[in-house]
């Protein structure tokens, strides 16, 4: 029981149930299972792109251009998709992952090859990525009408009357679960981001994993530039602005350490949920707009007093009483 | 028959330059299969720097590197492991976020035929190691949770499981007490009858005489002598080492003890010890005996206020000590050396000169200026005494060898001229001649009127110096005796709880 009051995945689970509770007394229609669902599609992209920031805060980094790579991702296979409309969705897709991917690469080069401290290159590339917008698009914006209905009508699909977006969800967290627990890549992360030096001396090659990170953050990037697009049915010059900021903030709620080599993928999730579910429930229980911004700083910062109690290092057991 | 035409492993001509250093020059070194091979050397001779060009940490800046015959370049630390080439090193390079069981494998995780990580063989065989070295430690602990000793018995297990034909181990028994190295030694004969080679680093050159089969000396990064072990003895080893006859033991001081000074009464913590008594007196050398996490260490970090504890009372001077954070022991005049040096003790991106004032700023500076001159003075007067051997005042202390790492940061704690002084395995890491430095200073401390606690694993060390030896076992004070009374076979009894 004291182990289970310790875990902070247990206490971050408590909160979320706590919290829907909660607001469902205040507000009973939210937590109808549609209305429920509804938060759950909401927060799909943002859960996915906390998982594969992830990734990169766990070898003591930060991708901070992830909303700019989507929004670019996103703009240019909607212009593509306006002049070749007959083209199928898939292949959107996969030209919006691709493209997320390289945007990615070029961060990764940046940083381990051009030794650019990660903070420049992905601040850098932030504001590159999000004034390319511009230049692709003249400062236009794709609307609803102009994509081919195949590219829209994917992420209205439901199963279990769950959404495709929350479905896509769950297969990247499946995915990213073995990816961090069972595969030596994964276990190659923690160690790396755990103690850089350390990992020199077994043959960890960091620039590779560095470079494979920051691939990996920008193919989901891209993944979400196209869900991002098909669910809001318009792609413009500001969409998911700041948006990397929200992801970040789940990260460290989620118990993700900022020092690297700590956090679990189900934390991460929960923590994305947690973010999520506060995103949509204070403006369900009518709470002003800059006391929702004050209950979510306040909140975030009460899970990393959480972390931080949690870590402490525990007494060995000498003597048997 | 097959007969061995190749030595196993060959150095020709080896050199490694840091700036303003020569760390290895011209070295010859040659590793037979099925032997155990000691490389000696004082504090900064180039021992650790050899090991690191075999595991591929550092390239060497001349001179070629043979294995069985033929020439390699070991370009990385992956390289030298698909060499079949593993080693311990020296300082930790662990992951103290990821479990015991994490930590052995890492870098060489078993996987399934799906590429996925195994991690129910992965447990088996962690047990099956720790196992073997009688270590009481779980396969999920982090290592966060775990003490100096049983870290190093990890890193132990992380250089047998590789099955390497080179097992390389710099300095495994530092900070091991008597127990644990004696299991140390069933498993490197064992790995000798596999028909493997050892090159074992050791500062304790009686471990070295008894399960060495040859030797390779080293000084100032140059080769000196090279030959098997029945050749020769203790004595020769330390004058190739020290490059002249040297006397090891200095007897201890004879000082006449005092009046009781300090005193712990009844001091209980939960799950670590209880029933601690014990006394110092003035000008007394008092020992602290125990297998590794008997809780020794535990017992003093309280009383330092790192840690806290539940019941008891710390008594100085004949008045009650409430002391709740080492800044409060160390106002009284009581200061604990970390057994944890490289982490607590040192700030690598320091000069050494730094490292050795920093405890006594205060005392330096006249209006806030640091005096430059009382500065170098005490750091000079305490880098000859102890042998430190640094190349230039401003150079880092992370650059220098392990030992002379450690010697840094007990010249820093010496400096403060405390009246309790305890120390935590003060000489663990540290070569012959800098060892009986220490013990000398010891001497001349008490003989000025400090009162020393010394945790040691080393029984000689505990039989030379100290008056009276504390053995703990499980958190619990087994016996206090006088050191003059007892054998070294009646304190090993009481450490292992018999
Ligand atoms: N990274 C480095 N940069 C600069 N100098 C270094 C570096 N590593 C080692 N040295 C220097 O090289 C010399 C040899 O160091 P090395 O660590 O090989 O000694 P050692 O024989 O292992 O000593 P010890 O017994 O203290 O472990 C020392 O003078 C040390 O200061
Ligand atoms: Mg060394």
Redesign the interface.
Known sequence: MMNLIKNRDFILFSIIIFGVILVGIANPYFVKPSSLSDVLTDTSILIILALSQMIVILIRAIDLSVASNLALSGMLISLLSTVYPELPVVFFIILSCLIGTFLGVLNGVSIAILKVPFIVTTLGTLSIYRGLIYFVSDGKQVYSHEFSESFLALIHYKFLSLSFLFWVAVFVFVVMY?LL????FG??L??LG??P?????????ENKYVILAYSISGFFAGLCGYLWVARYSVASTQIAIGFELTVISACVVGGISVMG??GTVVGCTLGALLIGLIRNALPAVDISQFWQLAISGAIILIAIIINTKTEQ????????? | MVVCLFMKLELKKISKFFPGIKALQSVDFSLKQNSIHALLGENGAGKSTLVKIL???YQPDEGSIHLDGQKEVIQ??????NLGISAI?QE???????SVM?NIF????I?KSN???D?TSMEKKTIELLGNLEADIKPEEKI????IAQRHIVQISRSLVHDADIVIMDEPTASLSQKEIDELYVIIRNLKKQNKSIIFISHKLDEVLEICDEFTVLRDGELIKTDLISNTNKDQLVTYMAGREISQIFPKKHVKIEDEIFSVKNLYK?????NINFNLRKKEILGFYGLV???RT?VMKTIFGI?KFDEGEVNFKNKNLNITKPKDAIKNGIVYLSEERQNLGMTGLMSVKDNINMAIMDKNSQYLILDKLKDLQNASELQEKLNIKVSYWSQLAQSLSGGNQQKTVIAKWLSTKPEVLILDEPTKGIDVRSKSAVHEFMGELVDSGMSIIMISSELPEILGMCDRVVVMY???IKNILEVSNTSSEEIVKLASGE
């Not at chain 1, 627990?181 to 030596?184: E, G, S």
């Not at chain 1, 030096?197 to 090659?205: C, T, V």
């Open positions: 073995i627990n069972h595969t030596r276990r190659n923690y160690s755990g103690n030096d350390a990992a020199k001396y077994i043959g960890i090659n080599g700590v290092r525990k007494d060995k057991t000498i003597m048997v009483e | 595991c591929g940490v990385d630390p992956t390289a030298s492991l090193h930790s390079v662990m992951f103290d976020e990821l994490e890492i870098g060489n995780h996987t590429r996925l990580v991690w966060k949770d775990l003490s939960k799950t670590q010890f209880k996490g008997s809780g535990e840690n499980k958190g619990l």
